[in-house]
Nanobody, 128 residues
């Protein structure tokens, strides 16, 4: 059984940093396509970043603007998201998701419904 668990959320002031982690059980993330998404109540879901199984490339949402870094931690079987220079617009519940289909392409092309497994989410709150 595949399970994803996010951790590392919390509350910070504008300009601060948080490091999120998405740990997996039942699936090896070393060569997996994993996405980070965020959801604000009353707004649509937004893809933050993703890492492709195809070639290991990482794609970020335009709003990231160099502030976030996604990476794999092979020792922990996790995919992490380091978020710097946070602002109140980054306040959301952050989810990680795992794509398991055999149809490989750059992860920026995947829609959220194509991801097979989702974590429970972790709240990130940024105050001004």
């Amino acid at each position: 059984q595949v399970q994803l668990v996010e951790s590392g959320g919390g509350s910070v002031q504008s300009g601060g940093s948080l490091s999120l982690s998405c740990s997996a059980s039942g699936y090896n993330l070393e060569y997996a396509t994993v996405g980070w998404f965020r959801q604000v109540p009353g707004k649509g879901q937004e893809r933050v970043s993703c890492i492709s199984a195809l070639d290991g490339s990482i794609d970020y949402g335009l709003f990231v603007k160099g502030r976030f870094t996604m990476s794999r931690d092979l020792g922990k079987n996790s995919v992490d998201l380091q978020m710097n220079n946070l602002n109140p617009e980054d306040t959301a519940v952050y989810y990680c998701a795992l794509y398991t289909s055999d149809w490989m392409r750059p992860c920026r092309e995947y829609q959220s419904y194509e991801y097979s497994y989702w974590g429970q989410g972790t709240q990130v709150t940024v105050s001004s």
